[in-house]
């Protein structure tokens, strides 16, 4: 089945800038749907951001403005820039992707925001 996989998680401090990537195991070009999650322990896992296969983004309130979420077809890649991190930014970031019939789940990546 269809795999991905996030990369690009780690530690930082407050204020700086990290890039996530979802790297698909085969064409995304084909997803209707594309995004991150984020869940932090002992919270729901919320939805960070989300792009359309038409190209149509959304964000959440908290991350509006310092989240880029963008496609990559030629590179069956996801990424998201984050900048401007934040403490409360720190939990495991998951890649979506949903097609017609079914959804996909990356196995998370820990981002961690020092203050």
């Known amino acids: 089945q269809v795999q991905l996989v ?10 700086g ?10 064409s995304i070009f084909s997803f209707r749907a594309m995004g991150w ?4 322990p002992g919270q729901q896992r919320e939805l960070v951001a989300s792009i ?3 190209g149509s983004t959304d964000y959440a309130d908290s991350v509006k403005g310092r989240f880029t979420i963008s496609r990559d077809n030629a590179k069956n890649t996801m990424p998201l820039q984050m900048n401007s991190l934040k403490p409360e ?6 890649c979506y992707a949903g097609d017609t019939w079914r959804d996909y789940w990356g196995q998370g990546t820990q981002v961690t925001v020092s203050s």
Do not use: N
């Not at 996030?6 to 204020?15: D, F, I, R």
């Not at 800038?17 to 085969?26: P, V």
């Not at 999650?37 to 932090?40: G, H, L, M």
């Not at 930014?89 to 998951?94: G, L, P, Q, S």
């Open 52 to 54: 359309t296969s038409g």
């Open 17 to 26: 800038s990290l890039r996530l990537s979802c790297t698909a195991s085969r």
């Open 37 to 40: 999650y984020r869940q932090a």
């Open 6 to 15: 996030e990369s690009g998680g780690g530690l930082v401090q407050a204020g």
């Open 89 to 94: 930014d720190t939990a495991v970031y998951y």
